[in-house]
């Protein structure tokens, strides 16, 4: 940690997640002490839609896993974190503001 995954599809980059130690500098109260953290996923806007976000996602949370890290956490917005993240069993535990934005700091317990 930290490492990134990078989505490569014919040899072109469409994608990227990262594993990091903690994802907020000056993190609001209540995520001092939460590690690791998703951090960085996106897709370019032609290859959205085509499952690659998920898998991203999936081998960031394998990382942690094997790591042997129990959770892994994450910050976004509030429609990505009921769209994107809550389908892939990602749980609410705070909503915040962080750097003017309101924010929704997610979980994810990793089966062992
Ligand atoms: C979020 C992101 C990585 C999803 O990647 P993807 O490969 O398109 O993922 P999926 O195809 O599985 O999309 C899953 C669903 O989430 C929805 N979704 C994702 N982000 C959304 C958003 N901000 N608003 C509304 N819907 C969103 C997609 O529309 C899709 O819905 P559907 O299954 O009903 O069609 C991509 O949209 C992206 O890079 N967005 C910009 C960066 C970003 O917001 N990153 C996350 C910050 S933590």
Redesign the pocket.
């Known amino acids: 940690m930290p490492c990134s995954y990078v989505a490569v599809v014919d040899g072109e980059v469409y ?1 990227s ?1 990262s594993l990091v130690d903690h994802d907020m500098p000056g993190p609001p109260e209540g995520t001092e002490t939460l590690r690791p953290w ?8 032609e ?11 999936r081998a960031v949370e394998e990382a942690a896993r094997v790591l042997g890290h129990p959770c892994l956490y ?4 509030p ?2 974190a ?4 809550a ?1 892939m069993g990602w749980a609410e535990i705070l909503t915040t503001q962080y750097e003017g934005s309101n924010v929704v700091v997610m979980q994810k317990e990793l089966r062992f």
Request: glycine share 16%.
């Open positions: 994608g997640a998703l951090s960085g996923v996106y897709v370019t806007p290859r959205r839609k085509t499952g690659l976000g998920p898998a991203l996602v994450l910050y976004t917005g429609v990505t009921v769209k994107f993240y389908p």
